[in-house]
């Protein structure tokens, strides 16, 4: 049998070997959740997640930090792409996701159940990728702008510009924004959904949108236009904001700020990790459980903080839930997702196995090998890794982290001194 032949799924498909969580066309989605593995060690942390979050429902709660650590290419993207479409259940070519995980859950009800529970109100997620969101100016409040402009923009706001999202929510709260968009349409010709992003080009229409529906007088409407302060908010006011939302809605229902690559905005920088930190806490103490803050970064958060005891414990409190990535649960995804066998293909290499038992385990054993780096045990194994042998997993990871080591290095000492690993 060729080796080609041996896989239940197509050898040859595409995979994307970096999750990115705002990526949703319906083809990767499919694949992504399709082809999800529930490891041994991501079972454990479904568990973890989806006890103290469903604790939530019962109880009022300040614990709605979560912190999602591993090294690179670990999962921890995906993780957070799999949770946000599980608690909001979404449907993705006809099904939904907590049916899609249902089935990857049949060995395990007790635990799907504690998902079901989660899943079944109304929840809202805002899952981002700070990188891509977050200023490049990394003042001290930039964690604070790059939550206020996701959460208008999830309101429907323009979260990219504070000043307008602030006047749109003014409107809202008027009860005019239909008013207000017909308006503007009616005098300027395009929508306002088109037209808000430039909207400095379109200042007469605006102060004669603003005088028509907000009764303005032409100079007030004027003042707002070239005001030139920075519309500012706190942490206070976007607190009481966010709370104000999920208060109108249903008991049961949760909104969720999942935010990928956390670790590396933020890094060793003092004021971002204290404005994350001050964030979340005033978060937990006034949400109380109904809205939570999900993050992924490289490093375990203890190493972030490490020097800065003092300074960061509360941090550390802020992230109550807290879940490692390890790279085991990397060998057991390629095992399934993609080295799993053809039932016929797995009887033939056991086969292949039992017949040259001896020479196999001679092959692959090595004198004064630290305990980790082995061949074959059984026949099992032997047809879970082919054409693998489990010692590459292992020594592979260790080279990827040795090249990223050097290139960490290379970028304090001259090239020339650093060997090529390419
Ligand atoms: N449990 C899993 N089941 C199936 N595929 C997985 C699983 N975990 C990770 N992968 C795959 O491994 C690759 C790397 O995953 P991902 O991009 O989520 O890693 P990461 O930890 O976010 O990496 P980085 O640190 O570079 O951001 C992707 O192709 C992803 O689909
Ligand atoms: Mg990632």
Same mark, same amino acid.
């Given at each position: 049998?060729?080796?080609?032949?041996?896989?239940?799924?197509?050898?040859?498909?595409?995979?994307?070997?970096?999750?990115?969580?705002?990526q949703?066309?319906?083809?990767?989605l499919?694949?992504?959740?399709?082809?999800?593995v529930?490891t041994?060690?991501?079972?454990?942390?479904?568990?973890?997640?989806?006890?103290?979050?469903?604790?939530?429902?019962?109880?009022?709660?300040?614990?709605?930090?979560?912190?999602?650590?591993?090294?690179?290419?670990?999962?921890?993207?995906?993780?957070?792409k799999?949770?946000?479409?599980?608690?909001?259940n979404?449907?993705?070519?006809g099904?939904?996701?907590?049916?899609?995980?249902?089935?990857?859950?049949? #060995?395990?009800?007790?635990? +799907?159940?504690?998902? $079901?529970?989660?899943?079944?109100?109304?929840? %809202? /997620?805002? =899952?981002?990728?700070?990188?891509?969101?977050?200023?490049?100016?990394?003042?001290?409040?930039?964690?604070?702008?790059?939550?206020?402009?996701m959460?208008?923009?999830?309101?429907?706001?323009?979260?990219e510009?504070l000043?307008?999202?602030?006047?749109e929510?003014?409107?809202a709260?008027?009860?005019?924004?239909?008013?207000?968009?017909?308006?503007?349409?009616?005098?300027?010709?395009?929508?306002?959904?088109?037209?808000?992003?430039?909207?400095?080009?379109?200042?007469?229409?605006?102060?004669?949108?603003?005088?028509?529906?907000?009764?303005?007088?032409?100079?007030?409407?004027?003042?707002?236009?070239?005001?030139?302060?920075t519309?500012?908010?706190?942490?206070?006011q976007?607190?009481?904001?966010?709370?104000?939302?999920?208060?109108?809605?249903?008991? #049961?229902?949760?909104?969720? +700020?999942?935010?990928? $690559?956390?670790?590396?905005?933020v890094?060793? %920088? /003092?004021? =971002?990790?204290?404005?994350?930190q001050?964030?979340?806490e005033?978060?937990?103490?006034?949400?109380?459980?109904?809205?939570?803050?999900?993050?992924?970064?490289?490093?375990a958060?203890?190493?972030?903080?490490?020097?800065?005891?003092?300074?960061?414990?509360?941090?550390?409190?802020?992230?109550?839930?807290?879940?490692?990535?390890?790279?085991?649960?990397?060998?057991?995804?390629?095992?399934?997702?993609?080295?799993?066998?053809?039932p016929?293909?797995?009887?033939?290499?056991?086969?292949?196995?039992?017949?040259?038992?001896?020479v196999?385990?001679?092959?692959?054993?090595?004198?004064?090998?630290?305990?980790?780096?082995?061949?074959?045990?059984?026949?099992?194994?032997?047809a879970?890794?082919?054409?693998?042998v489990?010692?590459?997993?292992?020594?592979?990871?260790?080279?990827?982290?040795w090249?990223?080591?050097?290139?960490?290095?290379?970028?304090?000492?001259?090239s020339?001194?650093?060997?090529?690993?390419?």
């Amino acid at each position: 049998m060729r080796i080609q032949n041996m896989f239940q799924e197509d050898i040859d498909r595409k995979i994307n070997g970096v999750v990115k969580v705002d990526q949703d066309a319906s083809d990767v989605l499919v694949q992504e959740l399709k082809e999800y593995v529930i490891t041994r060690e991501l079972k454990k942390h479904f568990i973890t997640f989806f006890t103290n979050y469903g604790d939530s429902f019962r109880e009022k709660t300040a614990d709605i930090g979560v912190w999602i650590s591993g090294f690179f290419g670990s999962g921890k993207s995906h993780f957070l792409k799999m949770l946000s479409y599980l608690l909001e259940n979404k449907e993705v070519q006809g099904e939904r996701t907590v049916e899609i995980f249902r089935r990857k859950f049949s #060995d395990d009800p007790a635990t +799907f159940s504690l998902i $079901e529970d989660a899943a079944k109100g109304r929840t %809202d /997620t805002i =899952l981002f990728n700070i990188d891509i969101e977050g200023s490049i100016n990394k003042d001290k409040t930039a964690v604070l702008r790059v939550f206020a402009k996701m959460f208008y923009n999830y309101l429907g706001f323009y979260g990219e510009n504070l000043k307008v999202a602030k006047l749109e929510q003014f409107i809202a709260r008027k009860g005019k924004t239909e008013e207000f968009r017909r308006v503007f349409e009616e005098i300027n010709g395009g929508t306002w959904l088109e037209s808000r992003d430039a909207f400095a080009f379109f200042e007469d229409d605006i102060v004669a949108t603003l005088q028509q529906v907000l009764g303005m007088s032409e100079s007030a409407a004027q003042n707002w236009f070239n005001g030139t302060e920075t519309v500012e908010t706190s942490i206070a006011q976007l607190v009481l904001e966010i709370k104000e939302v999920v208060d109108a809605q249903p008991d #049961d229902f949760r909104l969720l +700020f999942m935010i990928d $690559e956390v670790g590396q905005y933020v890094g060793g %920088d /003092t004021d =971002l990790l204290i404005n994350l930190q001050s964030l979340v806490e005033k978060i937990g103490s006034e949400c109380e459980g109904k809205v939570w803050v999900v993050c992924t970064g490289q490093e375990a958060i203890d190493e972030i903080i490490k020097a800065r005891e003092n300074e960061f414990s509360r941090i550390q409190a802020r992230f109550k839930t807290r879940l490692s990535l390890s790279s085991s649960s990397a060998d057991e995804v390629i095992q399934k997702r993609i080295l799993l066998k053809t039932p016929e293909a797995e009887q033939d290499l056991e086969q292949v196995f039992t017949v040259n038992d001896s020479v196999l385990r001679n092959l692959f054993s090595f004198s004064g090998a630290i305990l980790d780096i082995k061949g074959y045990g059984s026949a099992d194994e032997f047809a879970r890794n082919f054409p693998f042998v489990p010692y590459q997993f292992i020594l592979m990871q260790k080279v990827l982290h040795w090249r990223r080591s050097i290139f960490s290095m290379t970028q304090c000492i001259p090239s020339s001194t650093v060997p090529s690993v390419a």
